[in-house]
């Protein structure tokens, strides 16, 4: 007899107060759209979530209906229920616990929409609809660990779903739709990349979660959770009696939401606020005014007051903040005191306003014995794109190089013979093949019916942009110091950033300097991250150039092991005045060596050569030959130019 599983209590996570309100609101009102938990691992994300179902009362269901329909609510009905009440039967009712649905990183669109048999409804005329992840999770729970990782389209998708609370699905005319009613929970590492600013601001609320700095708190977390692990059932007893009092106030707060009243003076500021921060469109000021009844339900009142309207701001901009590819998220705590006040002064009776607080002056960088050099100012740069070098199926998005999907997305280019089960499928040459055998298969079909079999259909190939991996290899010794040479590489570097940006790349940061080579930043979609480093890093010291070199194809190799459809281009930035040895031979012609063996690998690259022309060796330009790389010189580096070269390479 298998054993339950425990959940460890919500009202025993220790802090994370914003990521624990933001998740009840939700739950008291779901309307207003969900929350991002953003923040480093480890900060009970995940675990607050799989709790927070234990604070919901059961739910009561259509027995054996696969979207958990709700039996008092007949207009949200699925088309199954409703077929069984048309056909007089009755609809059972059984009692079940709200689920919890988590969506694996690597689900296709398949899995999560449900998929409809084509193959049969193209011979029986029977519409078949295999449900989903949005199926499972309807009047439930939509947990998606690490979101910002997710296809662009699927995330897309799924918005669009919790948005209207209904699930569709069409394909080749054939359409079938469910209710898809749930809390959509997701939660991101900043430092694994950023999502678009338009999904950002699809999800209703956002809190950055960080680890406890309290010391005393941190020592509760790890006596807690060890109290769980040795005893989960005494634990949650402990518990019950805390979260039966949070149960029953989330309860109230839903009987009272209807009741609460938000007045036109909460709603002039609530507008003040948005139009302050400069917020694009409506969605900000309608996610404030929901998460503003929600706080005063949950408070148990049927009033909405002006620190209601306060704590929704902080939950409903931070991630509507972002007005720049590099800018952090977040919210400016000094302005939306300012807004505050610009609001009170004219309903103020007394001439007496608060002091403004004192301005907070940025703390100043710690100093230290090396020089930091800024970069030029990012230019735009023309579009470039590398090929894929195969016609390998390739899941993640982009909008750089063109390759072959494997998934619905994409331009339909072709069609294949199906390998199994038909997933998409192309209408027009199933037909085709079809067509020369109907005078033979007539004989055994009647009327004028087409007799198709599965030897007759056929599948789309689709074709779409994807994403490149682009690996940076930057020289920061001391011949780099040269302030203009050090701020052109930086501006050229930064520019490509941006671009990188836009086409929704990876990207990847080894540095050499001194002794040896560093990756500085793993291959990740966080082109922030990026930029954070590009803006701190130092110069001096020696220049372990074979370092570089080596780091950066071990890197690349490391990345093709784990994933082989990447499609990956090396960027180095040199003045090629190699002097430390990585086997005791001679430094330049080691850099050479692994020139040849990043060549043989297959990898495109491009080399800025940073030596002044005057004293210039040729080094760099030999290395980059044996690299089979285009060459470019820094006193060249401008956006043309350089752009024209990575095309070239392409």
């Not at 029986?124 to 449900?131: I, L, V, W």
């Not at 701020?487 to 050229?492: L, T």
């Not at 002044?612 to 040729?618: A, T």
Request: overall charge neutral.
């Amino acid at each position: 007899m298998s054993r339950k599983r425990l959940v460890y209590p919500f009202s025993a996570i220790v802090g994370q107060e914003k990521m624990k309100k933001a998740l009840l609101l939700n739950v008291i009102n779901p309307k207003i759209g969900g929350v991002l938990l953003r923040g480093e691992k480890g900060t009970a994300k995940s675990l607050a979530v799989r709790a927070l179902a234990q604070l919901l009362p059961e739910i009561e269901a259509v027995a054996g209906c696969p979207f958990s329909c709700d039996p008092e609510r007949p207009e949200e009905l699925c088309d199954l229920c409703l077929s069984k009440l048309a056909r007089g039967e009755k609809l059972e009712v059984v009692v079940k616990r709200v689920p919890v649905v988590e969506l694996p990183l690597g689900a296709t669109e398949d899995r999560v929409v449900g998929t409809l048999d084509i193959e049969r409804a193209i011979k029986t005329g029977e519409k078949n609809f295999e449900p989903g992840i949005l199926a499972a999770a309807n009047r439930g729970i939509l947990y998606i660990d690490e979101v910002n990782l997710l296809d662009d389209h699927l995330v897309d998708l799924l918005l669009d779903t919790a948005a209207m609370g209904v699930n569709y699905v069409e394909r080749e005319g054939i359409s079938f739709s469910h209710p898809a009613n749930f809390v959509l929970v997701g939660t991101m590492n900043p430092e694994e990349g950023e999502l678009r600013p338009q999904l950002l601001d699809r999800f209703g609320l956002s809190v950055e979660v960080r680890g406890i700095q309290d010391p005393e708190e941190r020592k509760e977390v790890v006596r807690r959770q060890i109290a769980f692990e040795e005893d989960p059932e005494g634990f949650v007893a402990k518990w019950e009696g805390k979260q039966e009092i949070l149960r029953e106030r989330v309860r109230r707060a839903k009987e009272i939401l209807p009741h609460v009243r938000l007045g036109e003076g909460m709603l002039d500021l609530i507008v003040r606020i948005c139009l302050d921060f400069g917020v694009d469109g409506h969605r900000a000021d309608i996610v404030m005014h929901k998460a503003a009844l929600a706080l005063a339900a949950f408070d148990g009142r049927t009033e909405v007051a002006e620190e209601d309207v306060r704590e929704a701001a902080e939950l409903a901009l931070p991630h509507r903040r972002r007005r720049q590819p590099f800018e952090e998220p977040g919210l400016d705590q000094k302005q939306l005191e300012e807004s505050l006040q610009r609001w009170r002064r004219p309903r103020e009776k007394k001439g007496e306003g608060r002091q403004d607080p004192q301005d907070d002056e940025d703390l100043p960088s710690e100093g230290g014995g090396e020089k930091i050099f800024e970069s030029d100012p990012p230019y735009k740069v023309r579009p470039f794109a590398f090929p894929a070098p195969d016609q390998l199926p390739r899941r993640e998005t982009g909008r750089r190089s063109k390759a072959r999907s494997d998934s619905r997305s994409g331009r339909y280019v072709g069609s294949v013979v199906p390998k199994g089960k038909v997933r998409d499928l192309a209408f027009d040459a199933t037909l085709r093949a079809a067509a020369p055998f109907q005078v033979g298969r007539k004989d055994r079909s009647c009327g004028n019916a087409l007799v198709i079999t599965k030897y007759d259909l056929r599948e789309k190939v689709r074709e779409k942009k994807v994403g490149n991996l682009i690996l940076f290899v930057l020289d920061a010794s001391g011949s780099m110091a040269a302030e203009e040479r050090m701020k052109a590489a930086k501006g050229a570097v930064l520019s490509l950033l941006l671009d990188i940006y836009q086409k929704r790349d990876r990207v990847g940061m080894v540095v050499f300097r001194g002794k040896e080579a560093k990756l500085v930043l793993p291959p990740t979609n966080s082109v922030e991250m990026a930029r954070k480093y590009l803006a701190e890093l130092p110069t001096g010291g020696r220049t372990p150039l074979a370092h570089g070199l080596k780091l950066g194809l071990e890197t690349i190799e490391s990345e093709l092991r784990r994933d082989r459809s990447i499609v990956p281009f090396l960027v180095l930035i040199t003045d090629g005045r190699a002097n430390v040895s990585l086997e005791g031979k001679d430094p330049v012609e080691e850099a050479r060596e692994v020139a040849r063996r990043i060549k043989e690998v297959g990898i495109r690259s491009l080399v800025i050569d940073t030596e002044q022309e005057f004293i210039s060796l040729g080094i760099v330009r030999g290395i980059c030959a044996e690299m089979g790389g285009n060459y470019l010189k820094l006193e060249d580096l401008k956006a043309g130019q350089i752009v024209r070269a990575i095309r070239e390479v392409g």
